[in-house]
């Protein structure tokens, strides 16, 4: 039976009908699919990681303690003998420096305020000489600079002139000693105390940690630093000044103060440049105790070059080295690579920890900055940026056709 007028108007509708739905879908589909934003990726990670380096391996003076650290490295790096606190002999003339500086500033190239000698001057002179203790002439009447005392007291190491400086800023020895006992403190160097300026008394007192921690100290101050490594001086109306610290100059040894007494024995608190890579390391290091200075010198001198080779360049990190990878789900690939080399001084086998951050990532430019790789080595930071080895493309129209289960 053919199909009557009302069967053909109905199947004509559902045609109409399917015929808008399919437009209609048509019409929103294609623009949802092809315009839709495609997200991003997270990367998958390549964990970095940095060789440990050889242990430095330290051969100590004996007899005696020692201790050594570097300029920018946290406390000591190492430490050889015992702590407990012992005499510094004329060490104390470092302390004696750093307080009168502190309360009489004085600024690289000035001479500073002028000081005048008297009958009191001579009388600490011949005490001093009556004990056998190191002095320099003086004379009622002479007058120099400050400066010039302090040269006077640091390169000749004279116990007179040492007293008449902190006399001249402090107005006698009692007066000086507790303000220099709480600067020691404030500083942190618990262990050190001191009775008198000079170093004569066997009270003055610390440990070869704490004298690191001076040396740093004296290397801070432009003045103090200029003195101790000068090797000869001549100061008018005293005469020509030599510098007890016989290494000087040797080495990269820089400073910094001798002491000998005979309850302290040989001791040397000291300092040497080394370039290990393009970095310069200063060394700063303390020996209390020893037999002689002649011995003494020569352990220190080994000592110096095991500290030395227990610096190490390390490189973190060359251009364009790998640290993980995005995978898109159309199929791109992309690794995420270092920008720069960097490289690092690290102390014996000190750690290296590594961290990487990065961005998820969706269409994206080769060069694009995707996140950073970072190094910390003894509480220092080094960051270098990570970029997009190659670019992430769109899939396409027909990936986004054929793949709308990824796009919504």
């Not at 600067?183 to 004569?200: C, D, F, Q, R, Y």
């Not at 000044?241 to 040894?253: A, M, R, T, Y």
């Not at 370039?275 to 209390?288: D, S």
């Not at 750690?351 to 269409?363: F, I, K, P, Q």
């Amino acid at each position: 039976m053919p199909p009557s007028r009302r069967q053909i108007l109905r199947r004509r509708r559902v045609a109409v009908f399917s015929a808008v739905a399919v437009l209609v879908g048509t019409v929103f589909y294609l623009p949802m699919t092809l315009l839709a934003p495609l997200g991003s990726v997270e990367a998958a990670v390549t964990p970095p990681a940095v060789a440990a380096q050889q242990a430095a391996v330290l051969e100590w003076p004996t007899p005696g303690s020692g201790a050594v650290g570097a300029l920018g490295y946290d406390g000591t790096l190492a430490t050889g003998g015992a702590e407990a606190a012992a005499p510094i002999a004329s060490i104390s003339k470092i302390i004696t420096a750093l307080v009168v500086l502190k309360a009489k500033p004085l600024a690289l190239g000035d001479t500073g305020p002028d000081i005048a000698f008297t009958a009191k001057d001579v009388a600490i002179r011949n005490a001093y000489r009556a004990v056998n203790g190191t002095t320099e002439p003086v004379s009622a009447g002479l007058v120099l600079t400050q400066r010039q005392v302090m040269d006077v007291m640091l390169v000749e190491s004279a116990n007179n002139y040492a007293e008449s400086l902190v006399t001249w800023a402090f107005g006698s020895v009692d007066d000086f000693v507790p303000v220099a006992n709480e600067w020691l403190k404030a500083n942190g160097m618990a262990s050190t105390h001191i009775v008198e300026p000079t170093g004569m008394s066997p009270l003055n007192v610390s440990t070869a940690s704490d004298l690191v921690t001076l040396g740093k100290l004296a290397l801070a101050d432009p003045v103090i630093a200029a003195i101790v490594g000068t090797a000869t001086e001549t100061v008018p109306n005293v005469g020509d000044l030599e510098n007890s610290n016989k290494l000087l100059g040797q080495d990269g040894v820089k400073g910094i103060k001798t002491g000998t007494l005979d309850e302290a024995g040989a001791c040397l608190l000291f300092a040497a440049d080394y370039v290990v890579g393009g970095e310069t390391v200063t060394i700063v290091g303390a020996v209390l105790g020893g037999v002689d200075h002649k011995s003494l010198n020569v352990g220190v001198k080994t000592l110096l070059a095991d500290v030395e080779a227990g610096f190490h360049e390390v490189t973190l990190v060359t251009a364009g080295e790998r640290f993980g990878e995005y995978s898109t789900a159309w199929g791109d690939t992309a690794a995420l690579v270092a920008t720069k080399d960097a490289k690092t001084v690290v102390w014996s086998d000190a750690a290296v920890a590594t961290s990487v951050s990065t961005d998820d990532v969706g269409v994206a430019k080769k060069g694009t900055d995707v996140g950073t790789v970072t190094f910390t080595v003894e509480g220092e930071e080094i960051t270098v940026p990570l970029e997009l080895a190659a670019t992430i493309d769109d899939p396409g129209a027909w990936w986004r056709l054929t793949n709308p289960g990824a796009l919504f």
